[in-house]
């Protein structure tokens, strides 16, 4: 009854220790609340590309742009990309940002080793690769049930 369930609680670590940090496993809670952060994390990107841009969505502001402003918003977003990336990580993760950024044993290259870890630790890629089996379910069951009424 429990067999597969027991294969994969033994497969995925419950944590990872990269370049002297623990990456650990997030309760069922914790995901949640991240998936929430990561849902609205590119609006608030993009309002810091373009904070003045009043009541327009984001992408008509862009396709109203010259040549010059859409130069000055890639800039922008390059730089703000990086940091508002490793913001990102340190919230979801539980790690601290400011030891993030400022650990030289970090560096970039360890910063997608953590997050691989994270990705691998939490059994991310068995997530979402169920979800989208149960979605293409759903959408199998829908249109199926469509079609008998």
Do not use: H
């Not at 914790?30 to 998936?35: C, P, R, V, Y």
């Not at 849902?39 to 992408?59: T, Y």
């Not at 870890?117 to 149960?134: I, Q, T, Y």
């Amino acid at each position: 009854m429990g067999g597969y369930r027991d294969s994969v609680k033994k497969s995925l670590p419950r944590e990872r220790k990269i370049r002297g940090y623990t990456v650990k496993r997030m309760p069922v809670g914790q995901f949640l609340q991240a998936m929430e952060r990561l849902q609205e994390a590119p609006e608030e990107l993009m309002e810091q590309l373009l904070p003045d841009k009043g009541n327009i969505p984001f992408f008509a502001a862009v396709k109203m742009m010259d040549a010059s402003a859409m130069k000055t918003v890639i800039l922008k977003a390059a730089q703000l990309a990086p940091g508002f990336a490793v913001k990102l990580f340190a919230e979801i993760s539980g790690m601290e940002e400011e030891k993030l950024l400022n650990d030289p044993d970090v560096g970039l290259d360890g910063l997608f080793e953590l997050m691989e870890a994270f990705w691998e630790v939490n059994g991310l890629e068995n997530f979402f690769r169920g979800a989208a089996r149960m979605a293409q379910g759903i959408r199998g069951f829908v249109r199926n049930a469509g079609s008998k009424g």
